[in-house]
């Protein structure tokens, strides 16, 4: 199966759900994701699921979920508009940091989902995603600015919003972070994104 072939996330999910080497579908009770693509072109990517999202199947459905969702209503936005996904699709045992192993088995099937989404712009939540997309940048110097992918699409990190929990003071840091997200969105397109650039993007997204 080519990854530009897949017509709907539904259909990436159950391909990828059966075509992966990720062990901790083991131990994990389902794999976690959204079937919606976002209306506002944002993508947002943890870390991995935790207990609540493993029982439901679904993303940021717990603490760190709810916080997400009163981060999205300061710019106006709730969870149909934007579509959340992870780096790793089943839940560490105990919540332990995914293993990079893990993240390499499930990364085809993040760029699946980027490739059918063609976002513009992804909201890496947290040193693990941002890793995953831009792995010279640290998520303390990085949050809240636009770096380009070379791939061409915009990344703007922001802090998991778990770290918030712990920390209080990240959650002003996260809630600046979401007011850059916005004004990013309401810039107007520079000319030149052609639909040319459109398609180099969606050939090394894939790799
Ligand atoms: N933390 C994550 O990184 N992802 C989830 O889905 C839930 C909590």
New binding site residues.
């Given amino acids: 199966m080519n990854i530009k072939d897949f017509k709907s996330l539904k259909e990436i999910h159950q391909y990828f759900a059966v075509h992966n080497t990720c062990k901790l579908k083991n131990t994990a009770t389902q794999p976690?994701y959204e079937t919606t693509p976002p209306t506002s072109g944002i993508v947002f990517i943890?870390?991995?699921?935790?207990l609540s999202?493993d029982k439901l199947g679904k993303?940021?459905v717990?603490a760190?979920?709810k916080l997400l969702d009163e981060l999205l209503q300061i710019i106006g936005f709730t969870r149909e508009d934007v579509y959340v996904t992870?780096v790793v699709k089943y839940r560490p045992p105990n919540n332990r940091d995914p293993l990079d192993r893990e993240k390499d088995a499930c990364r085809v099937w993040v760029n699946a989902e980027l490739l059918l989404i063609k976002p513009k712009v992804i909201v890496p939540?947290?040193r693990h995603s941002l890793q995953r997309f831009l792995p010279e940048l640290n998520i303390s110097t990085a949050h809240g600015e636009v770096h380009i992918h070379s791939s061409g699409t915009p990344i703007l990190p922001m802090y998991?919003p778990?770290a918030a929990l712990y920390n209080p003071n990240l959650k002003n840091t996260l809630q600046e972070d979401m007011v850059k997200l916005k004004e990013f969105l309401n810039r107007k397109p520079k000319k030149g994104t052609s639909k040319k650039k459109q398609s180099i993007i969606n050939d090394i997204l894939q790799l």
Avoid: D, K, S
Wanted: proline share 12%; charged share 10%.
């Fill in positions: 976690v943890g870390e991995a699921p935790g999202e993303p940021f717990g760190a979920g992870n939540l947290g998991h778990a």
